[in-house]
């Protein structure tokens, strides 16, 4: 039997206010509605907040990291290892260079990556790994470069900005991250490049959009990194279209043929606004992660933990097991709660379960961790915009639906 009356409670809504329209109405109003001013405004906030000399908005974390594995000369020989335990955007940007996908499979009951299998996984093709920042929660860095330290013999590079490294380079995706800190240190100041996302459903978003971010103690030229990623997201144009409007400027040259995805001046004007108001959107997301934590771990619910000593996450996603239950029955599960008005979500299905995936080898019998992990999950609905009663109604109705599975 369902507890109390309907109500809607949706999955991920974008929080935005009055302000953020006020933003973009005035952002259109100036007449410059690609990427200008307010790009570069956000782009310096960015890098204020993670705490990185650098920044580069793009039209997504996706582009972010392509674009990276691009700069460091990534491609056809080469390989690249993720987590088997993520969304598709993870592996799908080492196909698009020309690399071989290597998928690591989770440690046991946990969504983060085997770090002994990690470490068998390297070898002198790897040039990049690409931990991933799940639910907003940054991996454990201390041991992905002790690995990398320990496998230092192997790394062959191939240009100059990889012998600047001179091992395996780390490329995190924080899709989920931003603002998350761990042991001291903000989520982009620990591995060598990290990608976030400002996607609808993220914490802070743009509607779509995306940022990179590099550690500002690594031998890098910081101007010549942040031109390379202005080069390969705007065609390869040596003159961006603002650099363009100044008196007489109007020539240029195509560098190389490269590619198209900036962010516009509209995107950043949510954004500017968005980051005013994060750290209030963070507190509400720990709340809520807080109500469901004294509700449901007591019942037996496993869950992500997003909190602790020297740490803090995001809150993104909040990621619930539900012990004893089968694939099927988590299904239905979440069809269940549908039919009270509550969206559910799955984070993830395994990669290795995808048709792309499959055709290219991978086989989920090789990844029993992350099956296990996925079979029984279920993502309950965090976001800024559900009220207390919201979530009250969600842990109602949960526990009636879970008696009678």
């Known amino acids: 039997m369902i507890a109390t009356e309907l109500r809607n409670v949706s999955f991920s809504p974008p929080d935005i206010t009055d302000s953020e329209i006020e933003e973009v109405i005035k952002a259109m109003k100036s007449g410059w509605i690609t990427t200008g001013p307010r790009t570069k405004e956000f782009e310096k906030r960015i890098a204020e907040y993670v705490g990185t000399k650098k920044a580069v908005c793009l039209n997504s974390a996706t582009a972010a990291m392509e674009l990276t594995l691009r700069i460091l000369g990534v491609g056809p020989g080469d390989e690249v290892i993720t987590s088997a335990y993520t969304y598709t955007a993870s592996a799908s940007v080492i196909d698009h260079v020309g690399a071989k996908i290597v998928l690591v499979d989770t440690a046991p009951d946990s969504f983060e990556m085997d770090y002994s299998q990690l470490a068998d996984a390297i070898t002198e093709r790897t040039k ?187 809150g993104h996603l909040y990621l619930a097991r539900i012990p004893g239950v089968s694939e099927k029955e988590r299904n239905e599960l979440i069809i269940n709660m549908a039919k009270v008005g509550i969206a559910c979500n799955v984070h993830y299905m395994p990669l290795p379960m995808f048709t792309a995936y499959k055709n290219l080898e991978f086989d989920i019998k090789d990844y029993p961790n992350a099956f296990d992990v996925y079979k029984n999950e279920i993502t309950l609905p965090l976001h800024t915009l559900l009220s207390d009663d919201d979530v009250e109604y969600v842990i109602k109705n949960l526990k009636v639906i879970l008696s009678e599975v």
């Not at 780390?170 to 989920?176: E, F, G, I, Q, T």
């Not at 990290?194 to 590099?214: C, D, R």
């Not at 037996?300 to 996450?313: E, K, N, P, R």
Request: hydrophobic content about 40%; some cysteine.
């Open 128 to 314: 990049v790994i690409i931990p991933v920042d799940i639910a907003g929660k940054m991996c454990n860095y201390d041991v992905i470069y002790e690995i990398v330290e320990n496998k230092k013999d192997l790394f062959k590079a191939n240009n100059e900005i990889q012998s600047l490294f001179n091992r395996v380079i780390v490329l995190a995706d924080a899709a989920h991250a931003f603002g998350a800190d761990r042991k001291g240190e903000k989520c982009g100041q620990v591995a060598d490049f990290t990608s976030f996302s400002f996607h609808a459903v993220k914490n802070l978003t743009t509607a779509e959009g995306g940022a990179v971010v590099w550690r500002s103690d690594l031998d890098l030229d910081d101007e010549w990194v942040y031109k390379q990623f202005m080069l390969y997201s705007l065609h390869g144009q040596s003159k961006d279209a603002l650099a363009k409007t100044q008196k007489g400027a109007w020539e240029y040259d195509i560098v190389y043929p490269a590619y198209k995805c900036n962010m516009t001046d509209i995107m950043a004007s949510i954004g500017l606004i968005q980051i005013e108001r994060y750290e209030s959107l963070l507190r509400r997301r720990r709340e809520i992660i807080e109500m469901y934590d004294n509700a449901l771990l007591p019942l037996g619910i496993q869950s992500l933990q997003h909190y602790g000593g020297d740490f803090a996450s995001t």
